[in-house]
């Protein structure tokens, strides 16, 4: 699982409030680095992301390299080249999501998070 | 890419093993898989540079093609274990990244608008009545750009009242009629293969 999925998942146990994001647990992270560098794309998803979303999911994967806060005006080309690291090559391979409200934790194993609800949480 | 050489490349995927009836999994064959995605890409440029989800991906047919045709980040999405263990080793075997997600699609709730375009094979409703039309509002809410999606063209009313009336569709077109052509793979079938003749729709969201 890559950030660009984390960033749209979100807890959808009924009654919950705080659905989004979910803590990432991580215990295997895998880095792949040929992912294409494009950087439209990139300006493009700077405007949908949640921004610290990813900055702390990237950290909990063991990345720091983001800055806390996306930059306001032209973004360098070392800021997008963090950005699409973080992004699109650090892989969640074995781990949990946990939603921040109940504490409930979804799987991640072999890259797939596992967001099937029991029956008590439809 | 030619649609020739990625017709070729969908055929050489693995398809269900042990397919389950009740939800209703049935391969996406080659060729409505690169003409639905490669029309896509060609008409209407909604998949190359693009988020693509699949929902309902079962062995990811329709996610190997988007990623073929160079989709920015491709997802799938299946409720079943088996399907997603095959697809993943789909994509290992074609060399292309791909996502994927276990969930039941009908309870999913997807924050923001980062997926552009949906794509999908989706169960008919002939199993679980209305799974059709489960799909198509989930794929509504979720699609900036668009979602293409096969339905059975007896629907054909039916589905393009509900997406313009209820799931927020600024436009619903049959792009085109194709045969979807069956093998006999379930125990109940009873001819060794049967054509449908199911629409190829695009709907377009209205914009928030």
Partial sequence: ?122 | MKLKQLEGLLGDLQQFSNPKVDLEQYPTGPHIASRMLFTAENSYGDITDKVVADFGCGCGTLSAAAALLDAACVIGFDIDPQSLETATLNAEELEVEIDFVQCDITKLELKGRVVDTVVMNPPFGTRKKGADMEFLSAAMKVASRAVYSLHKTSTREHIKRAALRDFNAKTAEVICELRYDLPKLYKFHKRKEVDIAVDLWRFEPKQK
């Fill in chain 1, 1 to 122: 699982m890559r950030l660009i999925v984390h960033n749209m998942l979100t807890c959808n146990i009924k009654g919950v409030v705080n659905k989004f994001p979910l803590r990432i647990e991580a215990e295997k992270v895998v880095i792949k680095k040929e992912v294409d560098f494009n950087t439209d794309f990139l300006r493009h998803m700077l405007a949908k992301i949640e921004w610290k979303a990813l900055v702390d999911g990237a950290r909990s994967m063991g990345y720091t390299e983001l800055p806390d806060h996306a930059p306001e005006a032209e973004e360098s080309y070392s800021f997008l080249k963090k950005f699409h690291h973080a992004l699109l090559e650090l892989h969640l391979e074995e781990g949990s999501l946990v939603c921040q409200e109940t504490g409930r934790k979804f799987p991640v194993e072999k890259g797939v998070p596992n967001m099937l609800l029991h029956e008590d949480e439809v």
